[in-house]
């Protein structure tokens, strides 16, 4: 087998096929989802917190050679760690949301026990009782 014909095989099973789909699908939920943050969360939030964007935050570490700072920005990485916890606070509520209305119905009661079974259940307990 050619490594061509191996490579076709491969890339044509369910599986990666599947795994391309959900990586599209994927990438546009979290635009969706970064929408819903930047554009819907964040501004309904800011009044409750006040302008949380720590991105200007930093700290000099040096100078480089033409003279200006060195800067660890830190503040940087803080709000991406703020902004995964609400993107994450987000998607696990849509999902428990989903999980909630595709909950199966309760099973159904169990029918009644037929004439038959009743009768055959009084005599099982008379004899029984002898």
């Not at 998607?91 to 199966?104: E, H, S, T, Y």
Request: hydrophobic share 55%; proline share 7%; charged share 15%.
């Amino acid at each position: 087998m050619s490594f061509a014909s191996e490579f076709k095989e491969f890339a044509m099973k369910g599986s990666v096929v599947d795994l391309a789909v959900g990586v599209v699908i994927g990438v546009a939920f979290g635009k969706i989802v970064a929408s819903l943050v930047n554009d819907v969360i964040m501004p309904a939030l800011s009044p409750l917190l006040g302008r949380m964007n720590f991105t200007d935050l930093a700290l000099q570490i040096s100078t480089n050679a033409a003279g200006k700072p060195v800067l660890l920005k830190y503040g940087s990485f803080l709000q991406t760690i703020f902004e995964f916890i609400i993107i994450a606070l987000v998607i696990f509520v849509l999902i428990k949301g989903l999980n909630k209305m595709k909950k199966p119905a309760p099973d159904a009661p169990p029918p009644a026990p037929s004439a038959t079974e009743i009768l055959l259940t009084q005599i099982r307990d008379q004899l029984a009782k002898r």
